[in-house]
Protein backbone atom coordinates (compact mmCIF):
# COMPACT_ATOMS: atom_id res chain seq x y z
CA UNK A 1 0.00 0.00 0.00
CA UNK A 2 2.64 2.36 0.96
CA UNK A 3 4.74 1.88 -2.53
CA UNK A 4 1.21 2.70 -3.84
CA UNK A 5 0.80 5.71 -2.09
CA UNK A 6 4.41 6.94 -3.23
CA UNK A 7 3.88 6.04 -6.83
CA UNK A 8 0.69 8.50 -6.71
CA UNK A 9 2.60 11.30 -5.49
CA UNK A 10 4.97 11.04 -8.21
CA UNK A 11 2.37 11.70 -10.59
CA UNK A 12 2.35 14.98 -8.94
CA UNK A 13 5.76 15.91 -7.75
CA UNK A 14 6.68 14.69 -11.91
CA UNK A 15 3.37 16.80 -13.05
CA UNK A 16 2.49 13.26 -14.66
CA UNK A 17 -1.13 14.12 -13.35
CA UNK A 18 -3.20 17.24 -14.93
CA UNK A 19 -5.88 18.81 -13.49
CA UNK A 20 -8.08 21.70 -14.34
CA UNK A 21 -9.46 24.42 -12.56
CA UNK A 22 -13.11 25.95 -12.07
CA UNK A 23 -14.02 27.26 -15.01
CA UNK A 24 -11.51 25.75 -17.32
CA UNK A 25 -12.29 23.42 -20.50
CA UNK A 26 -12.18 19.99 -20.15
CA UNK A 27 -9.51 17.72 -21.33
CA UNK A 28 -10.53 15.72 -24.54
CA UNK A 29 -8.95 12.38 -24.68
CA UNK A 30 -7.81 10.85 -27.60
CA UNK A 31 -11.34 8.34 -26.80
CA UNK A 32 -12.80 11.47 -27.78
CA UNK A 33 -14.00 11.60 -23.75
CA UNK A 34 -14.04 14.47 -21.58
CA UNK A 35 -12.74 14.85 -17.89
CA UNK A 36 -11.16 16.86 -15.67
CA UNK A 37 -8.45 15.37 -14.97
CA UNK A 38 -5.80 13.36 -16.90
CA UNK A 39 -2.26 10.77 -16.25
CA UNK A 40 0.28 11.80 -18.65
CA UNK A 41 2.90 8.87 -18.24
CA UNK A 42 4.75 9.74 -20.79
CA UNK A 43 5.67 12.96 -19.36
CA UNK A 44 6.91 11.05 -16.06
CA UNK A 45 8.65 8.53 -17.98
CA UNK A 46 10.90 10.95 -19.00
CA UNK A 47 12.51 11.07 -16.23
CA UNK A 48 15.00 8.16 -14.94
CA UNK A 49 13.68 7.79 -11.47
CA UNK A 50 10.16 7.61 -11.43
CA UNK A 51 10.66 5.11 -15.05
CA UNK A 52 12.32 2.75 -12.88
CA UNK A 53 10.47 2.98 -9.90
CA UNK A 54 7.17 2.23 -11.70
CA UNK A 55 8.88 -0.21 -14.09
CA UNK A 56 10.28 -2.22 -10.60
CA UNK A 57 6.65 -1.87 -9.25
CA UNK A 58 5.14 -3.42 -12.27
CA UNK A 59 7.23 -6.11 -12.97
CA UNK A 60 6.82 -7.01 -9.15
CA UNK A 61 2.88 -7.42 -10.00
CA UNK A 62 3.82 -10.57 -12.10
CA UNK A 63 6.43 -12.03 -9.42
CA UNK A 64 4.94 -15.70 -8.97
CA UNK A 65 2.45 -15.17 -12.01
CA UNK A 66 1.47 -17.70 -13.87
CA UNK A 67 0.87 -14.91 -16.69
CA UNK A 68 4.34 -14.45 -16.54
CA UNK A 69 5.80 -17.80 -16.97
CA UNK A 70 4.18 -18.15 -20.55
CA UNK A 71 4.90 -14.45 -21.91
CA UNK A 72 7.86 -13.97 -24.46
CA UNK A 73 6.83 -10.86 -25.75
CA UNK A 74 5.56 -7.15 -24.49
CA UNK A 75 3.26 -5.50 -27.29
CA UNK A 76 2.51 -1.87 -26.77
CA UNK A 77 2.26 1.36 -28.74
CA UNK A 78 5.22 3.34 -29.37
CA UNK A 79 4.40 6.03 -26.55
CA UNK A 80 5.29 3.00 -24.12
CA UNK A 81 8.87 2.40 -25.65
CA UNK A 82 10.88 3.83 -22.43
CA UNK A 83 8.69 1.86 -19.95
CA UNK A 84 9.50 -1.18 -21.71
CA UNK A 85 12.54 -1.44 -22.20
CA UNK A 86 12.83 -0.23 -18.10
CA UNK A 87 10.73 -3.50 -17.86
CA UNK A 88 13.47 -5.37 -19.61
CA UNK A 89 15.62 -4.90 -16.88
CA UNK A 90 14.22 -6.86 -14.10
CA UNK A 91 14.45 -10.58 -14.60
CA UNK A 92 11.04 -11.84 -14.64
CA UNK A 93 10.96 -9.84 -18.45
CA UNK A 94 14.69 -10.35 -19.42
CA UNK A 95 14.13 -12.72 -21.77
CA UNK A 96 11.07 -11.55 -23.08
CA UNK A 97 10.91 -9.49 -26.18
CA UNK A 98 9.38 -6.05 -27.01
CA UNK A 99 7.22 -4.55 -29.93
CA UNK A 100 6.03 -1.32 -30.86
CA UNK A 101 2.79 -0.98 -32.47
CA UNK A 102 2.41 2.41 -34.53
CA UNK A 103 -0.78 4.40 -35.15
CA UNK A 104 -2.32 3.47 -38.28
CA UNK A 105 -4.30 6.67 -38.94
CA UNK A 106 -7.46 5.00 -38.79
CA UNK A 107 -7.89 4.76 -35.04
CA UNK A 108 -6.27 1.47 -34.58
CA UNK A 109 -2.38 0.26 -34.34
CA UNK A 110 -0.32 -1.97 -37.03
CA UNK A 111 2.67 -3.96 -36.49
CA UNK A 112 5.19 -3.89 -39.16
CA UNK A 113 6.71 -7.08 -40.81
CA UNK A 114 10.09 -6.00 -39.16
CA UNK A 115 9.33 -6.32 -36.02
CA UNK A 116 10.27 -9.63 -34.60
CA UNK A 117 6.86 -11.05 -33.71
CA UNK A 118 6.08 -15.06 -34.18
CA UNK A 119 2.81 -16.44 -34.85
CA UNK A 120 3.59 -18.79 -31.73
CA UNK A 121 4.42 -16.13 -29.24
CA UNK A 122 2.53 -15.73 -26.23
CA UNK A 123 2.00 -11.65 -26.02
CA UNK A 124 1.12 -9.73 -23.08
CA UNK A 125 -0.46 -5.88 -23.98
CA UNK A 126 0.28 -2.93 -21.99
CA UNK A 127 -0.60 0.53 -21.79
CA UNK A 128 -0.11 3.58 -19.88
CA UNK A 129 -3.98 4.29 -19.06
CA UNK A 130 -7.02 2.07 -18.91
CA UNK A 131 -10.48 4.48 -19.84
CA UNK A 132 -12.34 2.88 -22.62
CA UNK A 133 -9.88 -0.07 -23.64
CA UNK A 134 -9.46 1.57 -27.04
CA UNK A 135 -6.02 1.53 -27.37
CA UNK A 136 -5.82 -2.55 -26.24
CA UNK A 137 -8.45 -3.55 -28.06
CA UNK A 138 -6.18 -1.83 -31.06
CA UNK A 139 -3.26 -4.08 -30.07
CA UNK A 140 -5.26 -6.79 -29.74
CA UNK A 141 -6.40 -6.61 -33.46
CA UNK A 142 -2.67 -5.48 -34.46
CA UNK A 143 -1.44 -9.07 -33.04
CA UNK A 144 -4.54 -10.87 -34.62
CA UNK A 145 -4.70 -9.03 -38.52
CA UNK A 146 -0.77 -9.21 -38.99
CA UNK A 147 0.45 -11.76 -41.69
CA UNK A 148 3.07 -14.12 -39.66
CA UNK A 149 5.57 -16.23 -42.27
CA UNK A 150 5.44 -19.68 -42.49
CA UNK A 151 1.91 -20.00 -41.20
CA UNK A 152 -1.59 -19.37 -43.90
CA UNK A 153 -3.78 -19.35 -40.30
CA UNK A 154 -2.86 -18.88 -36.67
CA UNK A 155 -1.31 -15.61 -34.56
CA UNK A 156 0.00 -15.34 -31.26
CA UNK A 157 -1.61 -16.14 -28.31
CA UNK A 158 -2.73 -12.90 -25.95
CA UNK A 159 -1.81 -13.57 -22.49
CA UNK A 160 -4.24 -10.53 -20.88
CA UNK A 161 -3.79 -6.75 -20.42
CA UNK A 162 -1.64 -4.62 -18.29
CA UNK A 163 -1.68 -1.12 -17.65
CA UNK A 164 -0.19 1.18 -15.13
CA UNK A 165 -3.59 3.29 -13.93
CA UNK A 166 -7.03 1.90 -14.67
CA UNK A 167 -9.60 4.40 -14.35
CA UNK A 168 -12.01 2.86 -16.05
CA UNK A 169 -16.04 2.76 -14.86
CA UNK A 170 -17.45 -0.86 -14.67
CA UNK A 171 -20.30 0.22 -16.70
CA UNK A 172 -18.20 0.86 -20.09
CA UNK A 173 -18.99 -1.81 -22.46
CA UNK A 174 -15.78 -1.44 -24.17
CA UNK A 175 -13.78 -1.89 -20.90
CA UNK A 176 -15.77 -5.78 -21.89
CA UNK A 177 -13.65 -6.57 -25.08
CA UNK A 178 -10.12 -6.25 -23.47
CA UNK A 179 -8.06 -9.02 -23.51
CA UNK A 180 -8.21 -10.54 -19.97
CA UNK A 181 -6.90 -10.87 -17.67
CA UNK A 182 -6.52 -7.07 -16.87
CA UNK A 183 -3.73 -5.93 -14.37
CA UNK A 184 -3.26 -2.62 -13.08
CA UNK A 185 -0.44 -0.99 -11.09
CA UNK A 186 -2.89 2.10 -9.77
CA UNK A 187 -6.92 2.39 -9.70
CA UNK A 188 -8.86 5.66 -10.16
CA UNK A 189 -12.78 6.03 -9.86
CA UNK A 190 -12.79 8.73 -8.63
CA UNK A 191 -11.81 10.84 -11.66
CA UNK A 192 -14.29 9.81 -14.65
CA UNK A 193 -14.79 10.38 -18.28
CA UNK A 194 -17.78 11.31 -19.47
CA UNK A 195 -19.38 11.43 -23.07
CA UNK A 196 -18.97 14.65 -24.89
CA UNK A 197 -22.45 15.53 -25.30
CA UNK A 198 -23.15 14.50 -21.83
CA UNK A 199 -20.36 15.77 -19.80
CA UNK A 200 -21.64 17.87 -16.88
CA UNK A 201 -18.88 20.22 -17.41
CA UNK A 202 -19.22 21.38 -20.46
CA UNK A 203 -23.47 21.17 -20.70
CA UNK A 204 -24.05 21.73 -16.87
CA UNK A 205 -27.58 20.89 -15.73
CA UNK A 206 -29.82 24.04 -14.94
CA UNK A 207 -30.43 25.13 -11.49
Not at 36 to 57: H, I, V
Not at 155 to 175: E, M, Y
Not at 197 to 202: A, G, T
Request: charged share 25%; net charge neutral.
Amino acid sequence: MGNRIMLRQMFDEYHGKQVKQDGEECFILSSGLHTRMKYDCGRLFQYASPRAQFAEAFALMFKGSSIARHITILVGPESMGPFLGELQHYYMFKDIRMALAKKDGKGGFVLEDSLDVRFDDCCLLVDDVLTTGKTLCGLRNAVAHRKYKGTVRGHPDIAGSAVIVDRTPKNNLLWHSVPDPIISLLYDRESPAHAPDSCPFCFPKPQ
